[in-house]
């Protein structure tokens, strides 16, 4: 059983469109956090979430932890071809569980 | 400083042979990840050391497989006769406990194909 399930597994869109992913599990989380990670390139840390409800924004990104915490969005608004890569939720201590991701392409 | 770097980047083998990555933490940070990652999955956690002690491995880390930080600061991870199924990208991270928790740095990863 994948402890962190994500959806869509893939997204493509045309530039300037708005689109959610999804992390979900059964597990209730002390906080989790999002990566975005480009092809040939290792994961890089988008934001950490650590309240139930809690929403962060970073520029276009906008980032919620469910009410339980065991569930997370990741909501991009007029999303740009730079945004092209694949989004990762991660939880865990000092060995971390990710999710299976969401390969998004933003279309020019 | 420039971040966790990896060497190589690519390495392609032949089925049996041994091959050896090396991961440079980011200086200072006392905490080095070993993580594989197969097309189309997230990273998958390896092993960790604290220092030069490896503290954790996971069960997907099989007796070929070896990691190894002799004085704290660079790993290396060793496959020993490679088999096709090793083929994958080899993440290393890096990490200095923080307030909150701690948070991993990430390097450029070595991808592998076994032929």
């Not at chain 1, 989380?29 to 970073?58: A, D, H, I, N």
């Not at chain 2, 189309?40 to 220092?51: D, V």
């Not at chain 2, 069960?59 to 930080?69: M, Q």
Request: overall charge neutral; hydrophobic content about 30%; charged content about 20%.
């Amino acid at each position: 059983t994948q402890l962190l399930e994500q959806s869509p597994q893939f997204l493509s869109i045309q530039e300037g469109e708005n689109l959610t992913v999804y992390c979900n599990s059964s597990s209730v989380f002390s906080s989790l956090q999002w990566y975005r990670q480009e092809p040939g390139e290792g994961p890089v840390l988008l934001v950490t979430v650590v309240t139930g409800g809690e929403v962060k924004k970073l520029k276009r990104l906008t980032f919620q932890f469910g009410d339980a915490r065991k569930d997370s969005s990741l909501h991009i608004t007029a999303a740009q071809p730079g945004d092209t890569g694949l989004y990762l939720c991660e939880t865990g201590a000092n060995n971390l569980f990710f999710g299976t991701g969401t390969r998004l392409t933003v279309i020019p | 400083d420039t971040g966790v770097s990896q060497n190589p980047r690519h390495k392609i083998t032949k089925r049996g042979q041994n091959v050896t990555f090396r991961c440079d933490p980011i200086s200072e940070h006392n905490r080095l990840y070993w993580y594989r990652q197969t097309l189309g999955q997230g990273p998958e956690f390896l092993t960790y050391f604290q220092n030069e002690a490896q503290l954790e491995k996971s069960r997907l880390l099989s007796d070929r497989f070896s990691a190894e930080r002799p004085k704290g600061s660079f790993s290396t991870l060793e496959i020993q006769r490679t088999e096709q199924g090793d083929s994958a990208m080899y993440l290393c991270a890096s990490s200095s406990l923080d307030r909150l928790r701690t948070t991993q740095y990430f390097g450029p990863g070595t991808r592998l194909l076994v032929l």
